[in-house]
């Protein structure tokens, strides 16, 4: 575990996880050279994480789920339990829907391609910590599916766990599901584009909330079917 | 030559059986008696007058013997002694007598009890005469019996008298159901439930030859046992006699229905012959001396028996060929007609001595045991409809179970063929793009570690990320449905952006006015996507640097226009070397069409698709 100094700058304190050496090196290079955020720990196993969860305050968690020794959904978990008001952020090479929806039930509020340069990595923390999440047009096909699955099932079901979308939350998701840029859309429903990001946030918080229990994780898995 | 033997065995034994059937039935009629009446006094002498002759002292039962046929009379004279007057009613009974009878005891005629129109006279019958209390007196009494025949040609018949009181005379009830004919009665109503059960049996089925001779004979037989109550007009009376005459018919039907009964081809004059024969017969009759008319009517009885027994043998025939066992018993009623009427005709040429005459009772029997055959043969048939729906819910169950394995081998074999469908376009996918990526990086590392000119970081960086791109490429494409084009537009955009980004290139896209594409398959899309992207990397490569521009709109006949635009370098020309013919041959997989040009500064590529794609 490389530990790194404390600041007392209001830098995002970043806890990084990823098992493969070369790729942590070069997002922690990417990090510590922003002086927006600072990193307390790369790791590179679940057993270090949990470990430098437990040991620092910390702000973002940016985690590689498949990780030698567990899944780094734990982690997230954890996190949420430990430090409720921190972030969580997945890295994975394609940021394919499965991944990334299984991370957003778990607690992520944004998912992030290995491969991104420090600008993007950049952004996409600001954006993050400013309270705006990303989605892209297959992630929210499958959310629509899931959603609509869920309203045609009878009452009494699982209505209890059900997420209840706003109509805008819904507009957007189609919006996206259809293909739209988040400009499109934002010109389609008359809000600013930043707005489009803070939605998604409050979709993903929604999402999170109705996976409390473990048997509704593994039912929503289950629902997860291909448009 | 075993099997043969046993077989044979098998035949002869049921031969043997039923020919003990048959005795046992003639036996039964010719041994079983009706119960001896009791009675104080029994009479069995008499003095017997014919017409004008003296009497003469003859035994009782008497039978006439060499009278002519025609009407006749014969007297009978019992007298006997009583001690002393018995005071009370007493009754004079006759087991059996043939022919009209009259009583008369010391001089008073005696009231015959259980006269009804049933009693046939001429056929046999059983008389109880009622004996007033004053009548009998002690000493001598004369008992007078006066038999008339008023036609035709069976002889009279006189059995023992019974006198006593009415409880000691008839002791049994079966005497008592004889008296008044009501065991004719009896047969009668049997016939008419038979004929009607016919009826019935043959209005559901009219074409079965066997229920048309059957209801034939059964309505015939029935319209013949009618004419023995003695309800009928003077006229028929006076023709009675010959009726007889139709009894050919009932040989002639009776041969029909066992030749359909053992399914034997019936020649077609055998029906016309029902009627001829009687008819020939009754045309003959009428100018005909008392004699001939009496050969006549033997020469029908012998047609009638003739029948019947030919009948029993084609049927007996039939049971020993084909071993249905219905067919060998119905031989024996058919048989036993036969047997009971020779027995009649002997007992009214006066050969043989019986009281009764039993030819109309045994025709019931005979349509009896043919209802019972057909009743046989219909439970049979619905056990067979039975077991027959049971065979068929059995082979419908196992076909249906052949069916769901055979369906569900087939859905099996057609998602294996998905599958390798799927695992064949991955691979090709995954060769096109990702496999050449990977070998120009491996190509660009080793000229590095071998010094033979360096290749720049950047190429390696750029081929791996080219890498990285197809790969997402490929995976975005998996799940695409029919009309998926704009979700995998958008994918595409969304790995593109962030790309033009780190480039510094601005992207202005809009898939707003794209009509709809359908056909789409995730090959489809593939194509449609690496045609795109090789586009925006020959723009990227050979482009000013200016922003690019992605766009959607419709073209002419529904057909989908994407064009990618950008500022193009001054020294650009359209031709060779930007992947043009490679993108052309692609987007003719589909159906479409790419255009290159060069204009005002801008370089263009038009790909246009048809509204519904064609599977590359």
């Known amino acids: ?227 | 030559m075993t099997g043969e033997r046993a077989a044979t065995g098998v035949k002869v034994l049921s031969g043997l059986v039923l020919a003990a059937l048959f005795a046992a039935c003639i036996v039964a009629v010719e041994v079983l008696r009706l119960p001896e009446p009791g009675g104080q006094l029994v009479f069995d002498h008499a003095l017997v007058g014919f017409g004008d002759q003296p009497a003469r002292p003859a035994d009782l039962p008497h039978s006439w013997s060499r009278i002519p046929a025609g009407p006749f009379t014969v007297r009978y004279e019992i007298g006997f002694t009583l001690e002393e007057p018995p005071g009370r009613i007493f009754h004079l009974y006759f087991p059996a007598v043939r022919q009209e009878i009259a009583a008369s005891l010391n001089g008073e005629t005696l009231e015959q009890l259980f006269e009804t129109p049933w009693s046939a006279p001429a056929q046999g019958s059983t008389v109880l005469l009622r004996i007033p209390a004053d009548l009998l007196r002690g000493g001598a009494n004369q008992l007078e019996i006066a038999l008339t025949r008023s036609d035709g040609a069976i002889p009279g018949y006189l059995s023992k008298a019974h006198l006593g009181e009415a409880g000691s005379v008839v002791t049994t009830p079966w005497l008592s159901n004889m008296l008044g004919g009501q065991g004719r009665a009896t047969a009668f109503a049997l016939h008419l439930l038979i004929a009607v059960g016919l009826l019935t049996l043959w209005s559901a089925r009219r074409r079965d030859p066997v229920l048309q001779w059957l209801v034939l004979l059964g309505a015939a037989s029935l319209g013949y046992a009618a004419t023995d109550i003695n309800v009928l007009p003077e006229w028929v009376e006076r023709i009675r006699p010959m009726f007889v005459l139709l009894l050919p018919s009932f040989g002639l039907m009776a041969l029909g229905l066992a030749m359909a009964i053992a399914d034997v081809p019936r020649p077609v004059w055998l029906r016309y012959l029902v009627v001829l024969v009687p008819a020939a017969l009754f045309l003959a009759f009428l100018p005909s001396p008392p004699p001939i008319r009496l050969v006549l009517v033997m020469a029908g009885a012998a047609v009638a028996l003739g029948g019947h027994l030919i009948g029993s043998l084609v049927l007996f025939r039939a049971f020993m060929r084909q071993g249905r066992w219905e067919l060998g018993v119905l031989a024996v009623p058919f048989l036993l007609v036969t047997w009971i009427g020779l027995r009649d005709i002997l007992v009214t040429l006066g050969i043989r001595e019986a009281g009764f005459l039993l030819s109309n009772y045994v025709r019931s029997l005979t349509l009896l045991a043919v209802l019972v055959l057909l009743m046989h043969r219909l439970a049979t048939s619905l056990n067979r409809i039975d077991a027959a729906n049971d065979l068929l819910r059995r082979r419908l169950a196992e076909q249906e179970a052949e069916l769901s394995a055979l369906h569900e081998r087939e859905r099996q074999r057609a998602a294996h063929t998905v599958r390798e469908e799927e695992r064949r376009r991955l691979m090709h996918d995954l060769h096109d793009g990702l496999s050449g990526h990977l070998v120009s990086i491996i190509a660009l590392a080793e000229r590095d570690g071998q010094g033979s000119g360096r290749a720049s970081p950047d190429a390696i960086e750029r081929a791996a990320r080219e890498a990285l791109d197809d790969l997402r490429l490929v995976i975005n494409s998996l799940d695409l449905g029919d009309s998926d084009l704009p979700l995998a537009l958008a994918g595409f955009r969304e790995r593109l952006a962030p790309r033009l980004r780190r480039l510094g290139i601005d992207l202005d896209w809009s898939m707003d006015g794209l009509p709809e594409v359908s056909g789409v398959t995730p090959g489809g899309a593939l194509t449609v996507l690496r045609i795109l992207q090789e586009a925006v990397t020959n723009a990227i490569k050979h482009g000013a640097g200016g922003p690019i521009a992605v766009r959607g709109s419709a073209g002419d006949d529904g057909a989908a226009i994407l064009t990618v635009r950008n500022t193009a370098a001054a020294d650009a020309a359209p031709g060779t070397g930007h992947g043009l013919g490679n993108m052309q041959r692609r987007a003719r997989q589909l159906g479409g069409g790419t255009t290159f040009a060069i204009a005002d500064g801008e370089a263009v590529l038009t790909l246009s698709l048809p509204a519904r794609l064609v599977e590359p």
């Open chain 1, 1 to 227: 575990m490389d530990e790194s100094r404390q600041t007392d700058t209001g830098a995002v304190a970043v806890i990084l996880t990823e098992d493969d050496g070369p790729i942590r090196e070069r997002l922690a290079e990417i990090i510590e050279g922003w002086e927006g955020a600072r990193l307390l720990a790369a790791c590179a196993t679940l057993a270090e994480t949990l470990a430098a969860i437990a040991a620092h305050p910390v702000d973002l968690l940016i985690t590689d789920l498949r990780l030698p020794d567990g899944n780094g959904i734990e982690a997230i978990r954890t996190l949420a339990r430990e430090r409720p008001a921190a972030e969580a952020m997945v890295i994975s090479v394609l940021a394919d829907e499965r991944t990334v929806l299984d991370a957003i039930e778990a607690g992520a509020s944004g998912y992030l391609l290995k491969d991104a340069n420090p600008i993007e990595l950049v952004d996409a923390i600001t954006d993050l910590m400013a309270g705006r999440s990303p989605i892209s047009s297959s992630i929210a096909r499958v959310l629509v599916r899931r959603l609509s699955e869920r309203a045609e099932a009878p009452a009494g079901d699982d209505a209890g766990e059900r997420p209840s979308m706003t109509p805008r939350e819904m507009d957007i998701l189609w919006g996206i599901a259809k293909g739209f840029t988040y400009g499109e859309l934002a010109d389609r429903l008359g809000i600013s584009r930043q707005t489009v990001p803070v939605h998604i946030r409050n979709i993903y918080r929604k999402l999170q909330a109705s996976n409390r229990s473990e048997a509704v994780f593994e039912a929503a898995r289950l629902g997860l079917i291909k448009l």
